[in-house]
């Protein structure tokens, strides 16, 4: 008669680790080297979806365009200065996801983006759980991977979720239809969701730039927070970089000089010539922080 089957619960794993007699952390090291890439990723999406704080930051990005369409729709005629979307509102409901992304797109976007970056790795530290992540083992390189990539999909699914509550409450509450662009020319109901679509990959580029530097942020420091305010205090910096016309030589080197070049996208024809630099500089940034944050947690003692 055999005997019977023995099971390991290895720390941080997934499922239970079948082992043979008598058992060795080489053993179960070879059995779960394996893990499938694909319920990592779900299970580290399941992870940065399902928290409270991150759930809260997407309802702080929904309510953006809410605000502003609530406010066009019954405040008085504005008198004051705001984004050049604003004044379009009324014209055409789509306009209200441009306007709350370009509202959006200083402060709250790059928040948001930034503090889910920097938990990425050193929330895991700060909870102790890296360590046993690392015990299954996944490897380092892919765990960064999983992780970068829930980070770049939060960030996508922010932007989007933007576009389409300001779309959805825009069109309720002042109609659709055709859509003057900036160009003068006048589109459709489906061409001007594709422009906005577009307008929205656009963003989720050059955005993911900057959740390369906070996942580079992470792999610096255990404490989440300090890795936030870092890469916050980036972004602020370079907008106050921007803001000083001495400086226009340093501008074109800067991560934040192209986001607002996606009005090239609501021109007849679209200048797609014109985002090509912002696109070029937001590949540089994600390459280069994206390298250095692996080069870092490749290298990194962990301890906790």
């Keep these: 008669m055999s005997a019977p089957k023995a099971y390991a619960a290895v720390p941080g794993a997934f499922f239970p680790v079948r082992l043979r007699e008598p058992a060795t952390i080489v053993q179960v090291a070879g059995l779960t080297a394996g893990f499938p890439t694909g319920r990592l990723l779900l299970s580290e999406l399941r992870l940065v979806f399902g928290r409270r704080r991150n759930q809260a930051a997407l309802l702080m990005l929904a309510a953006v365009p809410v605000v502003i369409a609530v406010a066009v729709r019954f405040a008085g005629p504005s008198t004051g200065r705001g984004p050049a979307f604003l004044a379009l509102v009324n014209g055409n409901g789509l306009f209200v996801a441009l306007t709350a992304l370009a509202v959006a797109l200083p402060l709250f976007l790059p928040l948001a983006v930034s503090a889910i970056a920097a938990d990425a790795v050193a929330g895991e530290a700060n909870l102790g759980t890296l360590r046993y992540l690392l015990t299954v083992p996944v490897g380092r390189t892919r765990l960064l991977l999983v992780k970068f990539a829930a980070v770049v999909a939060y960030t996508m699914a922010g932007i989007a979720l933007i576009g389409a509550v300001g779309a959805g409450i825009g069109v309720l509450l002042f109609g659709g239809g055709s859509t003057a662009l900036l160009s003068g020319t006048q589109i459709g109901l489906g061409g001007a969701l594709l422009r906005l679509g577009l307008v929205c990959l656009y963003l989720t580029a050059c955005l993911v730039a900057l959740a390369a530097i906070g996942v580079f942020a ?15 205090a980036v972004t602020v910096t370079f907008q106050i970089l921007e803001a000083v016309p001495q400086l226009a030589f340093l501008h074109p080197f800067l991560l934040t000089h192209y986001w607002t070049d996606f009005g090239e996208l609501l021109r007849d024809p679209i200048g797609f010539g014109a985002l090509v630099p912002g696109l070029v500089s937001a590949a540089v940034y994600t390459a280069v922080f994206a390298s250095a944050a692996w080069a870092r947690f490749g290298a990194k003692d962990v301890t906790s």
């Excluded at 992470?218 to 916050?232: D, K």
Aim: aromatic share 0%; hydrophobic share 45%.
């Design 218 to 232: 992470s792999t610096l420091t255990e404490q989440p927070i300090a890795a936030t305010i870092g890469v916050v």
